[in-house]
């Protein structure tokens, strides 16, 4: 198949990368895959190094420039389905397709948890543009069905698939040394985008209740950082707390601490950094936001605290830190249950079949 990705985002995390991540595993099948994006996004910097052809053009927000641009692509270039990931690169290609006679389907997926509107409008773009959907989790397909009122049938729950043979647990103190972390103190971990509702402040005000010999690592960057870091300079952290900005490579920061914590108040599907540290077989304390519910169960695969509970928060952290055969049981336990649930090819498998259904559906209709 000739899939094209469009994303009209000029942000980076889970969702532009989980558009790399599957871009390459179906090119690597056979299909000619690409992407349109603004260029002056961050995807369109990195796309080359996953080996993915991207196409420059104005689509970061929602004016003529940008559907003209699409128009004129989708003119002269055939493909088979066009997925489609943001609000505005949703409605772009939903209406450039619409001037153009609706020649290639379109496979819409929904990567967060914030609620979709219920107006007319959106309901013709989710129901009458858009071929099916994917949602990031099934907590937020079960929202479109009940919430929205969109047919089931055309909705398809599909997290993000984690290479479960290179996300593993390691050499702890190896890790630890290579990336110049201290080898005598328990450190606690988390890898997510500097984004308000991640969580870091609440995450942040519970480790400064925890005793002096914890260490933080923060890995990631993003528009809360100035804030975060004078939060912890505030509270006299500055000297326990690592900020190692982002990082290409993530798996050893996972194996160099000894718990993850990811205390997100808003806007998860099933989040792949949580993933990826249960597969590293991190014993987790997270919240139930969004689709964190299918990889966390409460005293089986994670600790589950309240959104925004700082208290409960700093509590369950303790609790994995004074119990050493609890953070070993939880660890195994996340690491079976993501490995069962959440593969890379397990994830490509689906979004092949969901892509192919798409086309040949719309080769149907056409003839």
């Known amino acids: 198949m000739i899939i094209v990705h469009t994303e009209a985002s000029l942000g980076w995390g889970g969702q532009e990368l989980r558009i790399l991540a599957e871009s ?37 927000r929602k004016r003529p420039a940008g559907l ?14 066009i997925s489609t990931h943001s609000s505005t690169d949703s409605w772009l290609a939903a209406l450039a397709m619409l001037v153009l006679g609706r020649p290639f389907p379109i496979v ?37 069905i009940e919430r929205n009122g969109f047919p089931a ?52 005000e519970a480790f400064a209740g925890l005793p002096k010999t914890v260490s933080l690592v923060i890995v990631g960057d993003g528009p809360m950082r100035a804030q975060l870091e004078a939060r912890v300079d505030k509270l006299g952290l500055r000297e326990r707390t690592v900020f190692a900005g982002n990082r290409t490579d993530v798996v050893p920061w996972l194996q160099a601490v000894d718990l ?23 014993p987790c304390v997270t919240t ?4 964190i519910a299918e990889v966390a169960t409460d005293g089986r695969t994670a600790l589950v605290v309240p959104p925004k509970d700082v208290p409960a928060l700093r509590f ?13 049981q939880l660890g195994e336990a996340a690491r079976a249950h993501c490995a069962a649930g959440f593969s890379y090819e397990g994830m490509l498998d689906r979004m092949e079949k969901i892509y192919l259904q798409a086309s040949r559906l719309a080769g149907e209709k056409r003839r």
């Open 108 to 144: 819409r997926t929904r990567h967060i948890s914030a609620p979709v509107p219920t107006n007319v409008l959106t309901r013709w773009l989710y129901t009458g543009a858009t071929s099916r959907i994917v949602t990031a989790g099934e907590a937020l397909r079960k929202e479109l």
């Open 153 to 204: 049938a055309r909705i398809d729950s599909v997290p993000t698939g984690i290479d479960t043979a290179r996300f593993r647990p390691g050499d702890r103190n190896a890790a630890r040394k290579s990336l110049g972390l201290p080898a005598g103190r328990p450190l606690v971990g988390i890898v997510a985008t500097l984004r308000s509702w991640k969580g870091h402040l609440y995450l942040i």
């Open 260 to 282: 993850f914590a990811l205390p997100s108040y808003a806007n998860e599907g099933v989040p792949q950094a949580l993933v990826q540290a249960m597969l590293t077989g991190l």
């Open 288 to 291: 139930g936001v969004g689709s």
């Open 24 to 60: 390459q595993g179906l090119m690597r099948r056979g299909h000619d895959v690409r992407l349109i994006c603004p260029p002056e996004a961050r995807i369109y910097a990195e796309a080359p190094a996953w080996g993915l052809p991207v196409i420059a053009a104005p689509i970061g």
């Open 68 to 81: 003209m641009s699409m128009v004129k692509w989708f003119r002269h270039n055939r493909c088979d389905v």
């Open 316 to 328: 369950a952290l303790g609790r994995l830190l004074d119990d050493g055969v609890l953070r070993q």
